[in-house]
């Protein structure tokens, strides 16, 4: 049976071993994480914490409602045995009426056929098997990643694999983010949050890159968990993206990851500049599924529009 727990009553250490082994475990899904992003979250529980789905709420105007937080990319059904596609349909059957207006992401494994009052729309991201040598991983390059990472080289363009959290947001506000108005401050610092909690449970890969005279030029966040490495964040300054710093940067995570049982995730991108990105790498696109279910008046429907508008900007945005 699955029963809807409010905050207050999650057993969060049952909550976290159930994500642990899960087959579709996921960083996003830990209650560490949950409580940055969407603090008060609830969940949807079957049996002991035989499987579990988050539930990231507010209330605006009176009104309750399921939406999507900054930060995480998938979340859905949480199992530690096989997930079929009825699965995913009792769940969502089961959040409770309360909640008036969901806007929510499910993960690669959630299956899902039409379901009566829920609008499904595919997302996307893009996967690289890490297990081959670098040799040929590097094969698959295309000749604008080739370009780039020999233009980096010519302009003397280092990697290391340490960092700062705080240098690699600050580049991303300069840059990218003057031009989006769906960050906060309180986004940026719950990001500060995130990137340093997971560095303290081993769970966080930091990647810099600089020019010949030690200057920053460019940043990324990895988080890993259940044999995936995930690109949550980067931070590209002016000089950077001249220089072609974010293809050093990937391309030297790959030569270090090469031959390991790791699948990377970009984390995205419906943009077609983005995805042409990604895949230059040689990656494969790999779709998630977004749902909605809408029981609102016409009037606040029109204000959720409004956000979800801003969400894909922040979606668009990370580069």
């Not at 959040?95 to 899902?112: A, E, G, M």
């Not at 031009?179 to 081993?202: H, K, P, V, W």
């Not at 890969?205 to 966040?221: E, H, K, P, Q, W």
């Not at 230059?280 to 279910?293: A, D, M, P, R, Y």
Request: aromatic share 14%.
């Amino acid at each position: 049976m699955i029963r809807y727990l409010p905050h207050s009553q999650i057993d969060f250490d049952r909550w976290d071993a159930c994500i642990e082994r899960s087959v579709n475990g996921m960083f996003y899904a830990y209650s560490w994480y949950l409580n940055l992003v969407a603090p008060g979250w609830d969940a949807l529980v079957e049996g002991d914490y035989a499987k579990v789905m988050p539930l990231p709420n507010r209330k605006k105007l009176g009104i309750s409602y399921v939406f999507h937080p900054h930060f995480v990319q998938q979340l859905g059904v949480f199992s530690a045995g096989k997930m079929g596609v009825g699965v995913t349909e009792e769940f969502i059957k089961a959040i409770p009426q309360s909640f008036r207006f969901v806007d929510y992401p499910l993960n690669t494994y959630s299956q899902l056929k039409n379901t009566e009052g829920v609008l499904i729309k595919p997302g996307k991201t893009h996967h690289l098997d890490l297990i081959e040598p670098y040799e040929q991983i590097l094969a698959r390059y295309s000749e604008n990643t080739r370009r780039n990472l020999a233009k980096a080289r010519k302009n003397a363009i280092y990697v290391t694999h340490t960092g700062r959290p705080e240098e690699i947001i600050q580049a991303f506000r300069q840059n990218r983010g003057r031009s989006l108005t769906s960050f906060s401050n309180q986004d940026y610092e719950c990001l500060n949050r995130l990137i340093y909690a997971g560095m303290q449970r081993g769970r966080v890969s930091l990647l810099s890159a600089y020019n010949a005279m030690n200057s920053f030029c460019a940043g990324m966040v990895i988080f890993r968990s259940h044999r995936k490495a995930v690109l949550l964040f980067t931070g590209n300054t002016a000089e950077g993206l001249k220089t072609g710093a974010m293809f050093a940067l990937i391309d030297a995570f790959f030569k270090k990851e090469s031959g390991t049982e790791l699948v990377f995730d970009f984390e995205g991108s419906s943009d077609p500049q983005l995805a042409r990105f990604y895949k230059g790498f040689g990656s494969k696109e790999c779709v998630f599924l977004q749902i909605q279910l809408n029981r609102l008046p016409s009037l606040i429907l029109t204000f959720l529009k409004a956000y979800q508008h801003c969400r894909q900007i922040y979606r668009r945005g990370l580069f």
